[in-house]
C-alpha cells in the first residue's frame, strides 16, 4: 500500500524526476520502502539505470506498508509497481502550469485493481483523477560502489549547463576527459569522424569552478549525452550539486545528487577501447572491444551493458 501528498512546488521536483528518468526508458517502478518511494527505471539494452529516493519528509504525508491483500483472499504480495513511462509522463509533462495551480496532489495505489491513482487538488475547486495501471514487476536493484571511484567531481548544476550548452540537439555521445589540471567535455571521437556531424566542440573547466575536485587517474571515458541532459533538468529543479564517479573507459560513471529530502543516483555505462584483463560478477560494464557498424543503434549499443539484479526486498539505492 502507498499513499503519499505533495504541494505544487513538490509536485514540480516529482516531475522533473519523472522526466529525467524518462530519457532512459519507457518504463517507470515504483518502490516504496520505510526509506521513502523510489522511482527506478533502466533501459533495454541495460546501458543506464537511474534510481531517485524521495525521502518520507519530502512529501507533506507519507503511509506505506510492506504487504497488500490481492484479489480479495488472504494472499498477501508485496507492493511491485512497473508503469508505462508514455501513461505517466504526459500527467506531469506542463510542470509549470501545475506549481502554479495544483494545491495538493494525492498518488495511492489500488492494488486489488493495479492501478496507481493520482489527483491534483487545483485552484477554484477543479480536481483532476488520473488512474494508471501498473503490471505486478520486482524493483530493480544496481550494484556499483560509486565511492570506490578513484575520481569524484562535484560542480553546480548552472556551470554544467553553460558547459554543455554549444553541443547539437542530435549529440549521441560526450567525452569527459580529466587531468589534475582541467576537465574537457567533448564531442566523442566517433560523431567528429562522421562527415554528416560537422561541429566539434570541447569546453574547458577548470578546477576552481568545482565545489570538489578529486582527479586520482587521468582519464577519458564516453557515455551517452541524452541521460546527462535528463539528470541536469533535474539538478536545476532541486537547486543541488551534481556529483560525477568515475574511471577508467569500460567501467561505468555515476551520476548523484544528495539532499537534505531527496537522492538520485544514475549509473551510465562508458565505451572501453579494450577488453578488461579481469571481470567482476558484480561490475555494472561488460567491458569489450569498441566496434562499430553502419546501424545506429549498434553504435549507441555497443561496448554497453548494465548487470542488475532483481530483490524479492524492497530496498533502497545507498
Not at 25 to 34: G, N
Not at 101 to 116: A, G, L
Not at 228 to 239: Q, R, Y
Request: aromatic content about 8%.
Amino acid at each position: 500500500m502507498l499513499k503519499c501528498g505533495m504541494n505544487g512546488s513538490q509536485v514540480k521536483v516529482f516531475g522533473k524526476a519523472i522526466q529525467a528518468l524518462s530519457r532512459i526508458s519507457d518504463e517507470l517502478w515504483l518502490d516504496p520502502s520505510e526509506k521513502g518511494l523510489a522511482l527506478r527505471s533502466v533501459n533495454s539494452c541495460r546501458s543506464a539505470y537511474g534510481c531517485v529516493l524521495f525521502s518520507p519528509v519530502f512529501f507533506q504525508h507519507y503511509q506505506w506498508s510492506t504487504s497488500v491483500e490481492m484479489n480479495n483472499n488472504d494472499t498477501m504480495s508485496n507492493l511491485n509497481c512497473k508503469l508505462g513511462m508514455k501513461s505517466i509522463l504526459p500527467i506531469f509533462r506542463c510542470l509549470n502550469s501545475l506549481e502554479r495551480n495544483v494545491e495538493k496532489c494525492t498518488i495511492f495505489t489500488k492494488s486489488d485493481k493495479c492501478k496507481v491513482v493520482i489527483q491534483f487538488f487545483c485552484r477554484h475547486g477543479v480536481k483532476r483523477t488520473h488512474n494508471v495501471c501498473f503490471q505486478e514487476s520486482q524493483p530493480l536493484q544496481v550494484v556499483f560502489e560509486k565511492n570506490m571511484c578513484t575520481n569524484t567531481l562535484m560542480i553546480q548544476p548552472r556551470v554544467l549547463a553553460e558547459a554543455i550548452v554549444l553541443f547539437t540537439s542530435s549529440q549521441e555521445e560526450v567525452t569527459l576527459a580529466v587531468t589534475p589540471l582541467n576537465v574537457c567535455i567533448k564531442s566523442s571521437n566517433e560523431e567528429s569522424m562522421d562527415l554528416t556531424n560537422s561541429v566539434y566542440s570541447e569546453m574547458f573547466v577548470g578546477p576552481d569552478e568545482f565545489d570538489f575536485f578529486q582527479i586520482g587517474v587521468d582519464s577519458e571515458i564516453t557515455f551517452c549525452f541524452k541521460e546527462l541532459k535528463g539528470v541536469l533538468i533535474f539538478s536545476e529543479a532541486t537547486h543541488a550539486p551534481i556529483s560525477i564517479h568515475f574511471d577508467i573507459p569500460g567501467k561505468p560513471i555515476a551520476l548523484s545528487i544528495d539532499d537534505m529530502l531527496l537522492e538520485a543516483n544514475f549509473i551510465l555505462a562508458t565505451l572501453a577501447d579494450e577488453p578488461s584483463s579481469e571481470s567482476s560478477p558484480q561490475s555494472l560494464c561488460l567491458s569489450q572491444k569498441r566496434k562499430r557498424s553502419n546501424s545506429k543503434a549498434d553504435k549507441k549499443d555497443q561496448g554497453r551493458g548494465v548487470h542488475l539484479k532483481k530483490s524479492n526486498t524492497q530496498k533502497a539505492l545507498s
